[in-house]
C-alpha cells in the first residue's frame, strides 16, 4: 500500500534553528497530515493540508504541498527543546477517504 | 475533556493466553481504529470501525480480532497471543472522513508476549 516516507530520518539541530522535514508519497492523495509523537506516546494531530492547497501555517509550524512532485515538507521554525519528538506524515488517497497511511517518521532532536 | 483512553498502558503475557486491551473515546466519533508500531515500520493498521457493528481489516489484521457494539468502545482481543504480536499499541477515533477531520490517539498499550 501507498506509504509516505520521511526525510530524513533522524534531525538533530541546536535550539533556535529552524527544523525542516520532508514526505514523499506515491499516489494522488486527497490531503496530507502531519503528526506529532513524544517518545512511547500516542500521536498529535498538527495540521492538515489539502491537495487543492498549497502552504498552510500554524505557530512556528509551515507545511507546503507540491502535489507535482508529490511530496510536502514540514518546517518548525525557531526550534524549542520542546519540539523534540518524532514527526510522521499521513496520507489519504483520493480512492480512499476513510483510510490514513502513516510514514515511518522523522525524529528530531533539539539540543538546549 | 475529549480524549481517548486505553486499557492496560502495560501489559507482560504468556503465549496463548487471551487478552482484551480496551479503548474508549468520549467524543462521540463514528471512526475508530487500531494501529501497532515497530521500529522501522511505523504505524501499520490493524481494523478500523466505521460505525457501530461495522469493522474491516486493515493491512494486519492476522491474529486479532475487534468488536464494536456500542459507538465509544472498541476493544481489541487477542485470542491467542505470540512473540510477534510484541508491540506499541494505539487506539485512535475521528469524528469522518480522513480527509476532513483529524484523527485523536490515545497514550498506548506497550504488549510484551513471552
Known amino acids: 500500500s501507498q506509504q509516505g516516507e520521511e526525510d530524513p530520518q533522524a534531525l538533530s539541530i541546536q535550539e533556535g534553528e529552524n527544523a525542516t522535514m520532508n514526505c514523499s508519497y506515491k499516489t494522488s492523495i486527497n490531503n496530507l497530515q502531519w503528526y506529532r509523537q513524544n517518545s512511547g506516546r500516542g500521536l498529535v494531530h498538527l495540521i492538515l493540508i489539502r491537495s487543492n492547497e498549497r502552504e498552510k501555517h500554524s505557530g512556528r509550524l509551515r507545511v507546503t504541498l507540491d502535489t507535482s512532485k508529490k511530496s510536502s515538507s514540514l518546517l518548525i521554525t525557531a526550534s524549542r527543546a520542546a519540539d523534540t519528538a518524532s514527526y510522521f506524515c499521513?496520507?489519504?488517497?483520493?480512492?480512499?477517504?476513510?483510510?490514513?497511511?502513516f510514514g515511518s517518521g522523522t525524529r528530531l532532536l533539539v539540543r538546549p | 475533556e475529549a480524549q481517548v483512553t486505553q486499557n492496560p498502558r502495560y501489559l507482560i503475557t504468556v503465549t496463548g493466553k487471551k487478552l482484551t486491551v480496551t479503548c474508549s473515546q468520549n467524543m462521540n466519533h463514528e471512526y475508530m481504529s487500531w494501529y501497532r508500531q515497530d521500529p522501522g515500520l511505523g504505524l501499520r493498521q490493524i481494523y478500523y470501525?466505521?460505525?457501530?457493528?461495522?469493522?474491516d481489516k486493515g493491512d494486519v489484521p492476522e491474529g486479532y480480532k475487534v468488536s464494536r457494539k456500542e459507538k465509544r468502545n472498541f476493544p481489541l482481543i487477542l485470542e491467542s497471543p505470540s512473540p510477534n504480536q510484541t508491540s506499541l499499541y494505539f487506539c485512535?477515533?475521528?469524528?469522518?472522513?480522513?480527509?476532513?477531520?483529524?484523527?485523536?490517539f490515545g497514550p498506548g498499550t506497550r504488549l510484551t508476549v513471552t
Open positions: 499521513a496520507t489519504v488517497r483520493m480512492d480512499s477517504s476513510y483510510k490514513l497511511i
Open positions: 485512535a477515533s475521528r469524528a469522518g472522513l480522513a480527509g476532513l477531520y483529524e484523527q485523536y
Open positions: 470501525s466505521m460505525n457501530v457493528e461495522v469493522t
